[in-house]
């Protein structure tokens, strides 16, 4: 058996990758320039959680809310994300990655469907490291879409209606199966969630900082978990219980 987890490093790390539009605006680039620039920063990522033994990391890499962008951005996005799968994902492999990508996935183009489909297969047996890549996700859609399905499971009659907790609605939500997220860093200087994870991030801990994304390297990736590591996660409990208990 694995020793039990160091409980001052997380197993599951969430990032707002924000920061990218006004990382190329300083540099008087159009906003795409700062996407483009944001790829290094995920490169970055990966290869920390490798090295820290992390077990999950999820990107937010596309909001369902970010249709909302003009035409030009959000196309320049699809174009980024194709190339990006058909860059990234044999270096993920032969590096244990299990890419996993979380969303509303039926919207996009079938060429990105494809690669999408193709990356979880060709990943699918890896274990050193789950990548989950959020696109047209939102944390709503994500309950939504678990409501949905428990009503289902309740209409075949697999579960009467009366049995619905929170034990059994969240086998439904996406990353059920991995551990629940520790740590969720924001990037770029905003303090709010902006309909990412929602259900999943009940007793995350938060680190918010004011570097732009695709500024972000493993010094900072590192300050996130020295802070993470300072933190006293009370779940409820009373201060004293966990000061007795450690
Ligand atoms: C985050 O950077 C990337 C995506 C939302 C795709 P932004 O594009 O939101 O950058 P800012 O917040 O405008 O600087
Ligand atoms: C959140 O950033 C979405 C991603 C990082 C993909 P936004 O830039 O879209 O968030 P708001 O609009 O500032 O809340
Ligand atoms: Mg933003």
Same mark, same amino acid.
């Given at each position: 058996? %694995? @020793?039990?987890?160091?409980?001052?490093?997380?197993?599951?790390?969430?990032?707002?990758?924000?920061?990218?539009?006004?990382?190329?605006?300083?540099? !008087?680039?159009?906003?795409?320039?700062?996407?483009?620039?944001?790829?290094?920063?995920?490169?970055?990522?990966?290869?920390?959680?490798?090295?820290?033994?992390?077990? %999950?990391?999820?990107?937010?890499?596309?909001?369902?809310?970010?249709?909302?962008? @003009?035409?030009?951005?959000?196309?320049? #996005?699809?174009?980024?994300? #194709?190339?990006?799968?058909?860059?990234?994902?044999?270096?993920?492999?032969?590096?244990?990655?299990?890419?996993?990508?979380? !969303? !509303?996935? %039926?919207?996009?183009?079938?060429?990105?469907?494809?690669?999408?489909?193709?990356?979880? =297969?060709?990943?699918?047996?890896?274990?050193?490291?789950? #990548?989950?890549?959020?696109?047209?996700?939102? !944390?709503?859609?994500?309950?939504?879409?678990?409501?949905?399905?428990?009503?289902?499971?309740?209409?075949?009659?697999?579960? @009467?209606?009366?049995?619905?907790? =929170?034990?059994?609605?969240?086998?439904?939500?996406?990353?059920?199966?991995?551990?629940?997220?520790?740590?969720?860093?924001?990037?770029?200087?905003?303090?709010?969630?902006?309909?990412?994870?929602?259900?999943?991030?009940?007793?995350?801990?938060?680190?918010?900082?004011?570097?732009?994304? @695709?500024?972000?390297?493993?010094?900072?990736?590192?300050?996130?978990?020295?802070?993470?590591?300072?933190?006293?996660?009370?779940?409820?409990?009373?201060?004293?219980?966990?000061?007795?208990?450690?």
């Amino acid at each position: 058996m %694995s @020793p039990p987890a160091d409980p001052r490093t997380p197993r599951h790390v969430a990032i707002v990758m924000d920061g990218n539009g006004r990382w190329a605006r300083r540099r !008087g680039q159009p906003r795409s320039f700062g996407h483009r620039a944001g790829q290094k920063a995920v490169r970055e990522a990966v290869e920390f959680c490798l090295r820290r033994k992390i077990e %999950s990391l999820t990107l937010f890499a596309f909001s369902s809310e970010n249709w909302k962008r @003009p035409d030009e951005e959000v196309g320049a #996005l699809m174009e980024l994300f #194709l190339r990006a799968l058909d860059k990234e994902v044999e270096e993920l492999h032969s590096n244990e990655v299990r890419v996993h990508f979380v !969303g !509303g996935l %039926s919207v996009f183009n079938e060429a990105l469907r494809t690669r999408m489909h193709a990356a979880m =297969e060709k990943t699918g047996g890896n274990r050193a490291l789950d #990548l989950n890549v959020c696109v047209n996700y939102g !944390g709503r859609w994500d309950i939504a879409q678990a409501a949905r399905k428990v009503a289902q499971a309740v209409q075949r009659g697999e579960l @009467p209606a009366e049995s619905i907790d =929170e034990t059994s609605l969240a086998p439904f939500l996406c990353l059920a199966e991995q551990p629940a997220v520790d740590l969720l860093i924001r990037t770029g200087g905003e303090h709010r969630i902006s309909n990412f994870l929602l259900w999943q991030i009940a007793y995350a801990e938060l680190y918010f900082t004011d570097v732009l994304w @695709p500024d972000v390297d493993q010094d900072e990736l590192a300050r996130a978990l020295d802070n993470f590591a300072q933190r006293e996660r009370r779940f409820g409990n009373a201060g004293a219980q966990i000061a007795r208990a450690s």
